[in-house]
């Protein structure tokens, strides 16, 4: 999740979630956030020690708040603000596999941000990354 937010954060401004939120949703302000850890065993391998493979799917939620007096329509914010998180994703010839810490990846839906209140607050880019690591150890990233 660190090299999401470090390439997401050559475009905008760019937060992970913690325990305390330190960040204000602020126009162009994007937050990072992982959702699911799936085993897929597609690419796990037998061996010793065997790999297990896995998919994480992560989003990157991007915020469209512009000024209330302009005029220009939100869809045409929330398109542009889409498309600018993923160049900002796909930035790179190897861009995919996060620097060797990954198989490959996978961009899902874009998607409406919702709030808790039911207001529109922007988009959601999502993601699979699938990777392998040692079959005890989790921190172990397999190629």
Same mark, same amino acid.
């Given at each position: 999740?660190?090299?999401?937010?470090?390439?997401?954060?050559?475009?905008?401004?760019?937060? !992970?979630?913690?325990?305390?939120?330190?960040? @204000? *949703?602020?126009? @162009?302000?994007?937050?990072?956030? @992982?959702?699911s850890n799936t085993p897929t065993p597609e690419v796990s391998c037998p061996g010793n020690p065997p790999a297990q493979g896995w998919t994480l799917q992560a989003a990157v939620a991007g915020i469209?708040? *512009?000024?209330?007096?302009?005029?220009? *329509?939100?869809?045409?914010?929330?398109? !542009?603000?889409?498309?600018?998180?993923?160049?900002?994703? $796909?930035?790179?010839? $190897?861009?995919?596999?996060?620097?060797?810490?990954?198989?490959? $990846?996978?961009?899902?839906?874009?998607?409406?941000? #919702?709030?808790?209140?039911?207001?529109?607050?922007?988009?959601? #880019?999502?993601?699979?990354?699938?990777?392998?690591?040692?079959?005890?150890?989790?921190? $172990?990233?397999?190629?």
């Amino acid at each position: 999740m660190a090299k999401v937010r470090e390439r997401v954060a050559t475009v905008f401004e760019a937060f !992970r979630s913690t325990r305390v939120a330190t960040w @204000q *949703p602020l126009d @162009q302000v994007t937050h990072i956030y @992982q959702l699911s850890n799936t085993p897929t065993p597609e690419v796990s391998c037998p061996g010793n020690p065997p790999a297990q493979g896995w998919t994480l799917q992560a989003a990157v939620a991007g915020i469209a708040k *512009p000024s209330d007096r302009d005029l220009t *329509p939100i869809d045409t914010f929330k398109n !542009r603000l889409g498309a600018d998180i993923v160049g900002a994703l $796909t930035t790179g010839a $190897t861009w995919y596999n996060w620097d060797g810490l990954a198989i490959n $990846t996978m961009l899902s839906d874009i998607e409406e941000y #919702v709030g808790d209140e039911g207001a529109s607050h922007g988009v959601i #880019v999502k993601m699979n990354i699938i990777y392998r690591t040692d079959e005890n150890d989790l921190y $172990t990233v397999r190629a």
